[in-house]
C-alpha cells in the first residue's frame, strides 16, 4: 500500500470514528452528518481513478478504500445493536427503515461486495473521461493533417 492509499484510509477511518465520537458526546446530528466518510471516500475516487495507472491497481484501490468505511461501520452498528443506545449510523435517513440487525450485516455484506466495485465503475468511468480529455488535449485523438 503506497503512502497516498494510507493517507485516504487513514483520513475514512479517522473521520468514522470522528463521527461516532462527536455523536457519542451528544453534537446534533445536523453538524455530525457533515463529518462524512463518503466524502472522503469519493476524493480518494477521484485521486485513484487519475493517479493508477491499471485497471487492477483502481479494483484494489476501491477494495482499501471502502474497508475502513465498512468496518467503522459495522462496528458502530454493533455498538447500537448491543447496546440499544440509537447512533447517527442507524439514523433512519441511513437505514431505510431497516432494523439494526440487516442494516448491520448489509453494510459488511456490501462492503465486501457492491460496495467497492460500485467504486471501482466509477473510477472507470473517471479513468476513460480522464485519459480521452487528456488525450484530447495533447492532440493524440486528432485527426493528422498530412493524411487528409
Not at 1 to 11: C, G, L, P, Q
Not at 36 to 62: C, D, N, P, Q, W
Not at 99 to 122: D, M, Q, R
Request: glycine share 8%; hydrophobic share 50%; proline share 4%.
Amino acid at each position: 500500500m503506497n503512502k497516498e492509499m494510507k493517507a485516504f484510509v487513514a483520513a475514512v477511518a479517522v473521520m468514522g470514528i470522528m463521527r461516532f465520537t462527536l455523536d457519542r458526546f451528544g453534537v446534533p446530528k445536523e453538524i455530525v452528518k457533515y463529518f462524512s466518510m463518503t466524502a472522503v471516500i469519493f476524493v480518494g475516487t477521484v485521486y485513484f481513478a487519475i493517479a493508477t495507472v491499471t485497471h487492477k491497481e483502481r479494483l484494489k484501490a476501491s477494495y482499501l478504500l471502502v474497508m475502513p468505511y465498512m468496518i467503522i461501520e459495522v462496528l458502530a452498528l454493533g455498538y447500537t445493536w448491543a447496546t440499544g443506545n440509537q447512533t447517527i449510523f442507524h439514523a433512519e435517513e441511513y437505514s431505510f427503515g431497516t432494523s439494526i440487525g440487516p442494516h448491520t450485516i448489509g453494510h459488511f455484506v456490501g462492503g465486501l461486495t457492491w460496495e467497492p466495485l460500485t467504486l471501482f465503475l466509477l473510477m472507470e468511468i473517471i479513468w476513460f473521461v480522464y485519459t480521452r480529455v487528456r488525450g484530447t488535449r495533447r492532440g493524440i485523438d486528432r485527426p493528422n493533417p498530412s493524411r487528409l
